[in-house]
C-alpha cells in the first residue's frame, strides 16, 4: 500500500544493547521521584516451584515460558518491573541442582551469576523437599545478597501445616524474610513487592519506564518454540531440543515478519517424534508457537521449523557454543 509506514527490522543477537536502550528512553523517562529505590533481584530455587509463573505475575504479562516439566528455563531472563518509586530489576533463572551433563553446568553458572550480582536473592520453594532445598542453598556460597524465603503455592497447602513449615525453614538461618504466596493466584505477592520495595537502596532507574525487558525478539521467539516443545511433547525429547532462530526478516511488499527456526535434537528418533505422523506434530508445534509470538510481538508473522538432528549435544562443548549456550 502507497505510504505505508514499514517496521523497523526485528532485533539481533541475545540481548539488546542497553547503552541503545537508555539512549533511547532518555528524553520521556521522567525524572524517579526523592527516594526512588533500586536495585536487582534474583528469582532462584529448584527446578519446576513456580519462578517464572512469578515473574510474569510481577511483570503483569507473559515474558518468561512456563510448562509442568522441570528445567523449562535455560537462561536468565531479565524482567523490569517500573513503578514512580522503585525499579526492581528481576532475573528468572534456571533450577538450581547440581548438574549432570555440560548443558547443566551453563545453566548452574547462569543462577550463579544471577545471585552473585543481585542486591536481593528470592529464594523460592513449594515446600515439598525442604531438606534438598537448605542443600541448594549451597550451591550460591559466593552470593552475599541477603535471601528472602518464598514459600510458593499456598493455595494448594493445607493452612495447619504451613506455620510449622515456616518455622523450620526459619530454624536453618539462612532467611532474613520468609514470605508465603501463590505466583499463580496472585496471592501475597503485593506483599511481597512492598517487602522488596523497602529493603532495595536508594538508586536511579537503570531502564526507562517503557523496557520490560533486554532479551531480543530473536531469543523469545526461541524461547516460545521451545515451550511449546515441553509442553507437547514427553519423556526424553523435550529435554534434549534446543532451538536456534536461522531468519527473522520482514517482506517488504507484505511488512509481514518472517521468522525460520531450526528444532534441534540428539537422536533421529527424536526427530520422529517431533515431525509426527504425517507432520502433525511439527505442524501444531508451529501453529501454538505462532499464536503465543504473535501475541508477545503484537503482529501477525509467518513461522517455519525445521527439525535436526546434533548428535549428543548437551555434553558436547562446541555444540553448545554454537547454539547458544555459552558465558557472555
Known sequence: MAGKRKKPPPEEGRTLDLARILADGEEEAPPPLPGHRSGFAAVIGRPNVGKSTLLNRILGQKLAIISRKPGTTRRRLLGVYTRPEVQAVFYDTPGLERPATKLGRFLLEEVKAAAVGAD?????????????????LSL??????????LINKVDLMERSKLLPMIERYSGAGRFEEIIPLSALKGEGVDGLMKTLTARLPEGPRYFPPHIVTDASERSLVEEFVREQVYLQLHREVPYAAAVQVTEMERDPDSDLL?????????????????????????????QASREEIEKRLGEPIFLGLQ?????????RDAALQELGYERE
Do not use: C
Open 120 to 136: 536481593i536473592a528470592l529464594f523460592m520453594t513449594d515446600g515439598r523437599e525442604e531438606k534438598e532445598d537448605i542443600q541448594a
Open 140 to 149: 550460591l556460597e559466593e552470593s552475599a545478597a541477603p535471601v528472602f524465603l
Open 258 to 286: 518472517h521468522i525460520t527456526a531450526d528444532i534441534y535434537v540428539e537422536r533421529k528418533s527424536q526427530r520422529g517424534i517431533v515431525i509426527g505422523k504425517g507432520g502433525k506434530r511439527i505442524k501444531a508445534l508451529g
Open 307 to 315: 527439525v535436526r538432528v546434533k548428535p549428543n549435544w548437551r555434553q
